[in-house]
């Protein structure tokens, strides 16, 4: 893996002078394999909403989900991400909304534990709240504007035009994140059937709340330290 990031530079192909060279492509697709494979808020929620949900409403959040990273990683291009990742106050603002965010999901899981039937879970998964709660979660995560304003920029290729070359490595980044999250939907869909009956259903959900109450209690602790591109104000 050391080798893949020590690659020496490779002139950008023929014709695509605006993208990142092939040795910045490579690199920054490694990085985001790995942090996209280590567990955080997104596989956590995505698992735990189609545990008790289904499978349909676990891609609907793929969806919001891959709507979300688009939204940020175009904002990173325009420069706004930028303004969060430099204001303490707004990094706080947003860490605390986040957190409420992510118990708030937790509580609803509890609480949806009383009435597990399955007619209701169809009927939830038709809906499109399961989408919009993707995209917040997102949204409401500062570390996402972090990774695309301190890392991303990291891999782009000096003397070619910035602006498609953020544009293309978000478009990488959010793929790669997609076919992860469908992955873990699709195996969380096959451990949705065992959960059939409503006693089960029950249980599952209140101990996946419990679950989302501990990686609420873990994001807090993550990020409550500004980063560095914040507290020495660089």
Known sequence: MA?????????????LSSLPNLSSLLAFLAMVLLIEATPGPNMAYLATL???????????????????????????????AEVLTRSPLAWSLLRWAGIAYLLWLAWDGWRGAADPSPGQLRSHGRSPRFLLRGLTTNLLNPKAALFYVAMLPEFVTPLVPALP???????????????????IVALAAQAHRFLASPQRAQT?????????LVVAIWFAATTRQ?????????
């Open 226 to 234: 500004p980063p560095p591109i914040i507290a020495s104000g660089h």
């Open 50 to 80: 189609t545990l008790t949900e289904g499978r349909r409403a676990g891609l609907q959040a793929v969806i919001g989900v891959a709507l979300g990273l688009s939204l940020v990683g175009v904002a990173a291009a325009l420069g706004l």
């Open 165 to 183: 070359q953020i544009l293309t490595l978000t478009a990488i980044s959010v793929a790669v994140a997609s076919l992860i999250h469908v992955t």
């Open 204 to 212: 599952t959900r209140r101990v996946l709340a419990i679950a989302l």
């Open 3 to 15: 080798l893949l990031f020590a690659l020496p530079p490779v002139a950008p192909l023929p014709g």
